[in-house]
């Protein structure tokens, strides 16, 4: 067991408006070590990690950061990566319209001689080299835009290595990937370590902290609770020092009264984004009943999302079939009048068509709602706040005040917000993409029993996961999607983890 420390922080403090952040926060990292930070939402994992990219300059918190001994005050993002700390962001930052080159040289790239010109031969040249050194299976000239969520990620990590970091954090970096892409990045992870990079790996998927960590450090309201060798953890003891009580049942589901069919699709299908004549969902056909929750689960890129956007009216020109609410065929074709027929869509992407990042938590939460919160227009204050409070406090939305910038909210918090917003319509049908995804145990919990509850009150919830557990445990049906077709439907019960993978590789 290695032990030599890499870095080390003592007493790291940081306070926003109304929020303490971070309180004397002091961890220690080990050279060649993959250290798990986990902790709820908000518990100030991303916070912490700023600071030592040094996106929060040294001015704005309190405590000292010592690298190899040495202490550092990192002024800027430019100073920390000097000094070997490289970060890969919870949300990707590449730019889009250019290449992998260009991405991972962006403003070093190689000149010829003094001229000012980009040596392009060079630069793809020591592009291909990165590439071929970390095995990412992605060419040099590609535009990022082309590429998959899941090699976006190793060209960042790519980018970062460049840069020759000893020390690498990784801030929820599984959140979009396939399970063969998580393989890799695990496999890079590995062959990183032997060549003695130091790690962060911030997760909420217990599952992979257990198997890549060789420690983790638990951090709750801003403060460190314990670190422990990983392989001293249970899950269910991670889970405890984590929330800070013991959670017996992660999968609370109900018994509901299963009554008519709320929402049924017939024929349905959807256009290929890029390819004419393509089809990415196939004829589909399926019914939710009231009180119902329908699985969906399927690899990613099944068509599960672009189904449910679909008939939520996201691409009325790209998308055919029919839809019936409560037996009467109806026309949606755009997500306003899906509202008004009483659906509500939980996208998995909350940066596209979740939330306004710039506006308030508040303003979010009733976004969606207003015209039933209206009278002749005027908005009926305090019933909108009313509304809003009733889903802060049901929703454990961690914030300092209604009127805070859903920007500043911890990202978890932020998709609970995004769950608020749609609660907020009073939907009869609910579709749920990837609902938990970022969203901290004791907080998916809180979801699942949310879940319950509305199919007591008669809701028809359609959820899609790629979480085999939450599928198999809140599911009473299961559609298995591959290639935009429904490959299997399973009753809750006859499901398991490895029938679903089965048909959701192609199995017939
Ligand atoms: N720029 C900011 N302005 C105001 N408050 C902030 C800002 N950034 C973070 N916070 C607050 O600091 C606390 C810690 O947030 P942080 O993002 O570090 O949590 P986290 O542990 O990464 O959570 P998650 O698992 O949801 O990503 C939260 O209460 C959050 O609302
Ligand atoms: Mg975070």
């Known amino acids: 067991m290695k032990s030599e420390l890499i870095l080390e922080t003592k007493n790291i403090t940081k306070d926003f408006p109304g929020v303490r952040a971070l309180d004397k926060v002091s961890f220690q990292l080990r050279k060649g070590e993959v250290l798990g930070m986990v902790g709820e939402n908000g518990a100030g994992k991303s916070t912490l990690m700023k600071i030592l990219s040094g996106a929060y300059s040294f001015h704005n918190y309190e405590g000292e950061i010592f690298l190899e001994g040495e202490q550092c005050n990192f002024s800027g993002p430019k100073d920390s990566q000097a000094a070997g700390i490289a970060i890969i962001y919870q949300e990707l930052n590449l730019i889009p319209e250019l290449?992998?080159?260009?991405?991972?040289?962006?403003?070093?790239e190689p000149l010829i001689g003094k001229s000012g010109i980009i040596n392009q031969k060079e630069l793809f040249c020591r592009t291909e080299n990165l590439l071929k050194l970390l095995n990412i299976p992605a060419s040099a000239h590609e535009q990022i835009k082309n590429l998959s969520i899941g090699k976006q990620q190793?060209?960042?990590?790519a980018k970062a290595l460049s840069y020759q970091a000893k020390i690498l954090i990784l801030d929820e970096p599984t959140s979009a990937?396939?399970?063969?892409?998580?393989k890799s990045l695990f496999k890079?992870?590995?062959?990183?370590?032997?060549?003695?990079?130091?790690?962060?790996?911030?997760?909420?998927?217990?599952?992979e902290v257990f198997e890549i960590t060789d420690r983790v450090t638990v951090l709750r309201d801003g403060k460190v609770i314990d670190t422990q060798p990983t392989t001293q953890l249970t899950h269910q003891k991670l889970v405890a020092l984590m929330v800070g009580r013991d959670i017996k049942d992660m999968y609370p589901k109900g018994a509901a009264q299963v009554g008519e069919v709320a929402l049924e699709v017939k024929n349905f299908f959807v256009d290929h984004p890029f390819l004419f004549g393509e089809k990415v969902v196939k004829n589909i056909n399926?019914?939710?009943?009231?009180?119902?929750?329908?699985g969906i689960a399927g690899l990613m890129g099944s068509g599960r999302s672009e189904l449910v956007s679909a008939i939520f009216g996201a691409f009325p020109a790209d998308s055919a079939g029919e839809i019936y609410i409560e037996g009467k065929e109806i026309k949606i074709n755009s997500p306003y009048q899906a509202i008004n027929y009483g659906l509500a869509l939980v996208t998995e992407d909350r940066k596209l068509f979740g939330l306004v990042l710039s506006m308030q938590v508040g303003e979010n939460i009733t976004l969606s709602s207003l015209e039933k919160l209206s009278w002749y227009q005027i908005i009926k204050k305090r019933q909108e706040n009313k509304t809003i409070k009733q889903y802060i406090q049901s929703l454990r939305i961690k914030t300092p005040a209604f009127e805070?910038?859903?920007?500043?909210?911890?990202?978890?918090?932020?998709?609970?917000?995004?769950?608020?917003?749609?609660?907020?319509?009073?939907?009869?049908?609910?579709?749920?993409?990837?609902?938990?995804r970022g969203v901290d145990v004791a907080a998916k919990v809180e979801i699942y029993q949310l879940m319950n509850e509305l199919t007591k009150e008669g809701v028809a919830v359609v959820m899609i996961s790629s979480d085999l557990p939450e599928v198999l445990s809140m599911s009473d049906r299961i559609l298995v999607m591959h290639e935009g077709q429904i490959a299997k439907e399973f009753i809750g019960s006859q499901a398991t983890q490895e029938k679903i993978m089965f048909y959701a590789t192609g199995g017939r």
């Open 286 to 294: 399926f019914k939710v009943r009231k009180g119902e929750i329908l």
């Open 99 to 108: 290449t992998v080159a260009e991405n991972i040289f962006l403003g070093r």
């Open 188 to 207: 890079m992870i590995n062959s990183l370590q032997e060549r003695d990079v130091s790690m962060v790996y911030i997760s909420h998927k217990l599952d």
């Open 404 to 436: 805070a910038v859903v920007n500043t909210l911890s990202g978890g918090n932020q998709q609970k917000v995004v769950i608020a917003k749609w609660l907020a319509t009073n939907p009869k049908v609910l579709l749920l993409d990837e609902p938990t």
């Open 177 to 182: 990937l396939t399970e063969q892409e998580v």
């Open 154 to 157: 190793m060209v960042e990590i």
